[in-house]
């Protein structure tokens, strides 16, 4: 009984191709359009899961006229974040600044010593410590209120593990950031304060 079903509906559809392959080609278009718009809507909502405040976390880019239109950037003039805490007082914490293309040079024992270049092209973020109000990266070592002293800095374990080999041997190292010309220095040691997985 089944069988004959089959047979019937494939002569049908081999006596009427176009008709058949219309139907077929708009089901598969359909079906496949479906599947590209689900990854791309689950990969977009796939970042930051982890923050427990994700809902109340927004991101300020600024738009710059240039000759190719606006150009867009998520960098945002130091006064901003003071002036928005005074003017809208529903913010809670605000604070982050990249740096683009710095340079990372890690020094041996005399600050002379050069052991170790690295190119940041995706650039270095400075961060107040009210940072971590907002976000909720975990800690492997160290401790997150060490940023309120001057020059310290956290590092990912990747980084870490990249700049220094382990990331264990990591805490208390220094290194110097080159063509930090933005705070009035040419170069700024920092020292190693805490590791983020």
């Known amino acids: 009984m089944l069988k004959n079903y089959f047979k ?7 006596r009427n191709k176009s008709f058949a392959f219309i139907n077929i080609a708009g089901l598969a278009v359909g079906t496949a359009v479906c599947i590209v718009i689900f990854l791309i809507v689950q990969f977009e909502l796939s970042f930051d899961n982890f923050h427990s405040k994700k809902t109340r976390i927004y991101r300020i880019l600024t738009q710059q006229p240039n000759a190719d239109g606006l150009h867009i950037t998520p960098g945002v003039p130091f006064p901003m974040p003071v002036t928005m805490h005074s003017d809208f007082p529903g913010i809670a914490s605000s604070g982050v600044f990249e740096l683009d293309n710095t340079q990372i040079i890690i020094t041996g024992q005399s600050s002379n010593q050069i052991e170790k270049k690295f190119k940041e092209e995706s650039g270095t973020f400075y961060v107040e410590p009210s940072f971590f109000e907002i976000f909720e990266f ?59 997985a």
């Open 8 to 14: 019937t509906a494939f002569r049908n559809l081999w």
């Open 138 to 196: 975990p800690l492997l070592a160290g401790d997150y209120k060490s940023l309120k002293d001057p020059n310290t800095l956290l590092l990912t374990k990747e980084t870490a593990e990249r700049y220094f080999g382990e990331w264990q041997s990591a805490i208390g190292k220094t290194f110097r950031i080159n063509g930090n010309s933005f705070f009035g220095k040419n170069d700024n040691v920092y020292r190693v304060t805490g590791i983020l």
